[in-house]
């Protein structure tokens, strides 16, 4: 086992930011989480919660005292725009004594990232997850309200990953040597379409879900009225109907990092089942 050390966790209230949380504390690690709002984080108690801002990299001086790890996000601010604060971020954490850095992918280049791959003086990983299995959580209030999935592009693939896992190869990278420079793709252990995801939630929550697949025009329709900005639907459009490669092949990160399988989609399911349920 590792010797303990103490990690600052960015993006910790996050879809991916808590499980790097509960993955450090499982592996006997000390965790400090910045947030912009302690009062609301919902943090495990044995975690040091602490207020900050990555637009505003002076704050972050005392939370980054006696850390050895940092984990970072590449968008900041209520409104989630991309960081243009890499280099001082980065030269706060070399001041502390930082020697692990990863950053959670942000879909395509950002400015933060850029800065991170292009230091020299700390071990940084970028971690590249495809679709999350929480996306499913989407489906929700269509299978409780009227047991359907309404979607297009409905034999599109993906290599979905178990958010855990993302949590789970942020936490070695970040206390353990050997993942430095390295960018790593993380998948699940299989491809699916979304009928095979709506058939394992069905067999999860225990009745039938149908799947009705929409035309191209219902789901523009759809994201309009949802008041999805243009740049947003394009993006849906391009990564529903022509899924990139890295999208739908299957990669062992998980498993060369962490010593064990990726975590099935089935697993999610059963362990969300009762989100799907009336």
Same mark, same amino acid.
């Given at each position: ?129 495809? +679709? ?5 959580? +989407? ?140």
């Amino acid at each position: 086992m590792t010797q303990t050390q103490k990690i600052l966790v960015t993006g910790a209230t996050g879809t991916v930011g808590r499980h790097v949380v509960a993955e450090l504390l499982a592996r006997g690690h000390e965790v400090r989480a910045l947030t912009r709002d302690a009062a609301k984080a919902g943090l495990p108690a044995q975690v040091e919660v602490v207020e900050g801002d990555l637009t505003e990299p002076g704050t972050l001086a005392p939370a980054l005292e006696g850390v050895t790890g940092l984990h970072l996000i590449t968008f900041g601010g209520a409104a989630f725009t991309p960081l243009e604060t890499g280099p001082r971020i980065l030269e706060t954490a070399r001041s502390a004594g930082v020697r692990r850095i990863t950053v959670l992918h942000g879909g395509g280049p950002t400015p933060l990232e850029d800065a991170v791959r292009a230091d020299d003086t700390v071990d940084w990983t970028v971690l590249m997850p495809v +679709e999350f299995m929480a996306n499913a959580l +989407e489906w929700v209030d269509g299978i409780v309200a009227s047991g359907e999935v309404r979607e297009p592009f409905v034999t599109r693939l993906s290599a979905m990953v178990h958010e855990g896992d993302i949590g789970a190869v942020a936490a070695v990278a970040l206390t353990e040597e050997g993942h430095g420079r390295q960018e790593y793709v993380i998948t699940g252990p299989e491809v699916l379409t979304v009928g095979d995801k709506v058939t394992t939630l069905a067999a999860a929550v225990g009745r039938e879900i149908a799947l009705v697949e929409l035309t191209e025009e219902q789901a523009l329709a759809r994201w309009r009225a949802a008041y999805l900005p243009e740049d947003v639907i394009d993006f849906l459009l391009e990564a529903y109907g022509n899924t990139p490669e890295v999208g739908r092949t299957v990669s062992d990160a998980v498993e060369k990092v962490t010593g064990r399988p990726a975590r099935t989609f089935a697993q999610w399911a059963a362990a969300h089942a009762d989100a799907f349920r009336p």
